[in-house]
């Protein structure tokens, strides 16, 4: 097996951890962020929250990897363009899922001093409880903008390579848009009830699409040979 073909199954795999990865964080943190007493919440279910925690950063460390293990291949087509994708998608996409790891932690260290507190300082540790999720919020805002800006830059260097067939890159150019315009909306207060998921949905599908792609496909060979005779 050559290391294209390995650069493509591993590509593929990160993908896949980091899709699923993010579900579970959903899964396990939702339902207690989600709720009006989330100090409470938070304390009956420190585990579970801490689970999410370590989802959301096997998520981050997961697409962190892609761009590092893509920039060989694609600095071929584009050198500029590809550190762009490693900046967005490796550093800057991989800091905001820090940062929402650490404000959960905090939530924790909250709960358990809101257990212990005393009516006079409930209202002060429900009032910095309050500031971490808001600090969350605006945590989830920036990643959805830094995530389509690495994500546009990702498809157009693989419509341009033509290292994957370009329906599916076209795919990713489309559904990376309507996810941004989504982000957009939400942080003007812009965005209808229940058109997050609907908007987000087409580049979701077209990750795992693509992931698959190239754990069975992997890359087109003729590009391969394209890029490779481009940089000699």
Known sequence: MDTNRKTA?????????????????????????????????????????????????????????????????????NEALALGYVVFRGALETFTYMAMVISWLLLIILSQEYIKAGASDISFLQTLGTLSLEANGQINHILKIVFPIGSLIFNYLLYQSKLVPRWLSVWGLIGVTLHFAEGLLTLFGLLPAGAETVMALPIALQEMVFAVWLIIKGFNPSAVASLSARQS
Do not use: H, R, Y
């Not at 899709?19 to 279910?45: E, H, Q, Y």
């Not at 989802?55 to 893509?70: F, H, I, Q, R, Y």
């Open 9 to 77: 199954i591993i590509v593929g795999v990160l993908f896949i951890i980091g899709t699923v990865s993010g579900v579970l964080s959903v899964v396990f943190s939702g339902p207690i962020l989600d709720m009006p007493d989330f100090l409470m919440k938070v304390s009956a279910n420190e585990g579970q929250l801490i689970i999410g925690a370590l989802s959301v950063l096997t998520m981050g460390l997961a697409l962190a990897m892609v761009p590092v293990m893509m920039f060989p291949i694609l600095k071929k087509q």
